[in-house]
């Protein structure tokens, strides 16, 4: 009888802890997707960021916003633009008999379009940094270098997906 009472209670305990664990996930995977902190969107959080350098006049707040809203439209035609050459790049790599003279070409023209991405974003910061005196450039760099977009990015892409990436954090 005592053994019978002592498996029914490990029985019950293993259950709590597994019903616990697979809530937790569940919980873990209903988070803030395509977002960062809390529930703003990125594009939000990046505002609020703009707007935390310290005595921003109302001129340098237009001007910025200006800067980031003309970076984004261009910016917004090469990233369609390096979709199209990554899902190009998928198709020839999935081909019957990919012919690896292609697949390079592919690869560098990629390569090109993630350039200029780059280039025309460290035109926007520059030009964000022109409108600064020395103490809000100060804030502008360390946050600039901590919060960059290009590094989670990525951390992002380092990282494996699914069960791979569970284990990973163990």
């Known amino acids: 009888m005592k053994k019978v009472k002592f498996l029914n209670t490990v029985m019950l ?6 019903f616990s664990a697979l809530n937790l996930t569940a919980q873990n995977k209903r988070g803030n997707k395509g ?21 921003l006049t109302e001129e340098q707040r237009d001007k910025i916003k200006e800067i980031r809203i003309s970076f984004k439209q261009t910016s917004q035609e090469l990233t369609n633009k390096l979709k199209e050459l ?8 999935t081909t019957e008999k990919p012919d690896m003279k292609a697949i ?39 946050h600039l270098n901590k919060d960059g977009r290009k590094d989670k990015i990525r951390d992002r892409k380092e990282k494996p997906k699914g069960p791979q990436r569970r284990m990973e954090g163990k």
């Open 13 to 18: 305990a293993s259950l709590l802890i597994v």
């Open 104 to 142: 390079y070409a592919q690869i560098d023209k990629i390569s090109g379009v993630k350039v200029k991405i780059e280039k025309k974003r460290a035109d926007m910061e520059q030009d964000i940094r022109k409108l600064l005196n020395k103490e809000q450039k100060l804030f502008f760099d360390n």
């Open 86 to 93: 990554e899902a190009k790049l998928h198709s020839l790599k």
């Open 35 to 55: 977002h960062m902190k809390g529930d703003k969107p990125r594009m939000e959080q990046q505002d609020s960021k703009r707007q935390g350098i310290p005595n």
